[in-house]
């Protein structure tokens, strides 16, 4: 049978194709349990799965972060700064879609949090200016 005509849950049997059903199965677990920011790496590519990424690949990344802090601290009241970079993730979608982990001191009392923001890098406008979206900043929810 060729490719084209091979029903989907075939297409992700073996890992020539891919990634093995098992792959897929833990993939959609930790995207589910993270969303989307605790994603291991997977020895396949495929549009659309979240991958991480270097924390230094895109000079762009902490005026992200930093954006996010601004967002929460608009939305919360709060004074946090952002400190660094932890971890990176990316999905491409139009543009890219980035889930950044990262570290925040409160100003006021010096105390460090971990962040997490959803932040989407449209495809540039008719005049190429940038266009980002905040879709999402937090505190990093802790593990049980």
Request: glycine share 6%.
């Given at each position: 049978?060729?490719?084209?005509?091979?029903?989907?849950?075939?297409m992700y049997d073996s890992d020539e194709d891919?990634?093995?059903?098992?792959?897929?199965?833990?993939?959609e677990k930790e995207v589910s349990s993270s969303?989307?920011?605790?994603?291991?790496?997977?020895?396949?590519?495929?549009?659309?799965?979240?991958?991480?990424?270097?924390?230094?690949?895109?000079?762009?990344?902490?005026?992200?972060?930093?954006?996010?802090?601004?967002?929460?601290?608009?939305?919360?009241?709060?004074?946090?700064?952002?400190?660094?970079?932890?971890?990176?993730?990316?999905?491409?979608?139009?543009?890219?879609?980035?889930?950044?982990?990262?570290?925040?001191?409160?100003?006021?009392?010096?105390?460090?949090?971990?962040?997490?923001?959803?932040?989407?890098?449209?495809?540039?406008?008719?005049?190429?200016?940038?266009?980002?979206?905040?879709?999402?900043?937090?505190?990093?929810?802790?593990?049980?």
């Open positions: 049978m060729s490719e084209a005509k091979k029903p989907v849950d075939d891919g990634m093995s059903k098992e792959d897929w199965a833990r993939y969303r989307g920011y605790d994603v291991g790496v997977y020895d396949c590519l495929s549009c659309g799965l979240i991958t991480p990424i270097d924390v230094d690949c895109l000079e762009e990344l902490p005026s992200y972060a930093k954006m996010a802090v601004d967002y929460y601290n608009g939305h919360n009241h709060t004074n946090f700064k952002f400190v660094e970079l932890v971890k990176v993730n990316s999905r491409v979608v139009s543009g890219i879609l980035f889930y950044l982990t990262f570290k925040v001191e409160d100003a006021d009392n010096e105390k460090t949090e971990t962040f997490q923001a959803r932040v989407w890098s449209k495809i540039r406008g008719k005049n190429g200016e940038d266009m980002v979206e905040i879709e999402e900043c937090r505190i990093k929810p802790t593990t049980s």
